[in-house]
């Protein structure tokens, strides 16, 4: 049997860490990727081989991949991980930090697909598993430029998907909710570097309500078994939604419409 090639970005640390060791413990050979060489070097193993890159750096990506060809001759898997959430009013993120978050978490994806779909197309198979947001469905105050990087992808992969199924290409889209990771600690992080007047300090406070259950969240191991599954079914879910508030948020976006989801999400921040 030929070995399944995959690929991970954002493999240093959280969802991308744990789906890398999970694919690799199911007989893929997995090429991990993130900026930390450090911690890309922890996980290296028979059958884990890291890739030190940034996903803004093209040049860098080219070379991976050509790498992965050269080495392999086949690329099965992309799972499009690397990301980070810039929090903030819209008003008050800068310019500057709201096309970084875009450069990261759309373009970064984008250039990951362009570069993998070639060879997925020659061969007439693969999956590509872009790791959304339950904000790529609905969008919270403060979370406004992370969560129009996840409507992005979530447009994006849903074109994309009509694009290449003719060429034997699957396309699936986790939307992770809360999940206990380092995730949340660089997002607060980001946040205290934006300068908001007093009339936001509600929106701020009521981000850090939002984002207190992390500790009590599921860690990122349900979301790599679900990647697990969509690369290993003949024909997977076009969208997960993990945990149960992921899917009970969209649920309830749908049901109660813009005006009252929004008035309950104002009490819940109490904002």
Not at 42 to 49: A, K, L, P, Q, V
Not at 158 to 169: D, N, Q, S
Not at 171 to 192: N, Q, S
Request: hydrophobic share 50%; with cysteine.
């Amino acid at each position: 049997m030929i070995q399944r090639i995959a690929l991970v970005t954002g493999a240093s640390s959280g969802i991308g860490r744990a789906t890398a060791g999970l694919l690799a413990r199911n007989g893929f050979y997995v090429f991990a990727m993130a900026r930390r060489k450090e911690r890309l070097e922890e996980i290296r193993s028979d059958h884990i081989e890291p890739i030190p890159l940034d996903v803004t750096d093209v040049e860098a990506i080219k070379a991976a991949i050509s790498h992965i060809i050269t080495t392999k001759g086949r690329i099965d898997v992309l799972v499009n991980n690397a990301g980070f959430g810039q929090l903030g009013a819209v008003e008050c993120v800068s310019m500057e930090a709201a096309h970084h978050q875009l450069e990261v978490n759309v373009f970064g994806y984008a250039r990951f697909m362009q570069a993998v779909l070639p060879y997925m197309r020659e061969q007439q198979s693969g999956c590509i598993v872009n790791i959304s947001s339950v904000l790529g469905k609905i969008a919270l105050p403060g979370f406004g430029w992370y969560a129009a990087s996840k409507h992005a992808v979530e447009a994006l992969s849903e074109a994309l998907r009509g694009e290449v199924k003719a060429f034997g290409i699957d396309v699936v889209m986790i939307a992770p909710g809360l999940i206990k990771t380092e995730f949340v600690t660089k997002e607060l992080e980001l946040l205290k570097k934006v300068k908001h007047p007093p009339a936001y300090q509600k929106i701020i406070l009521g981000l850090y309500r939002l984002l207190a259950g992390e500790p009590q969240a599921p860690g990122p191991e349900i979301i790599a078994k679900a990647v697990l599954e969509a690369v290993t079914q003949s024909i997977p879910a076009v969208r997960h939604a993990l945990p149960w508030d992921s899917k009970a948020a969209v649920i309830a976006r749908w049901l109660l419409g813009g005006r009252l989801f929004a008035w309950a999400t104002r009490q819940k921040m109490r904002i």
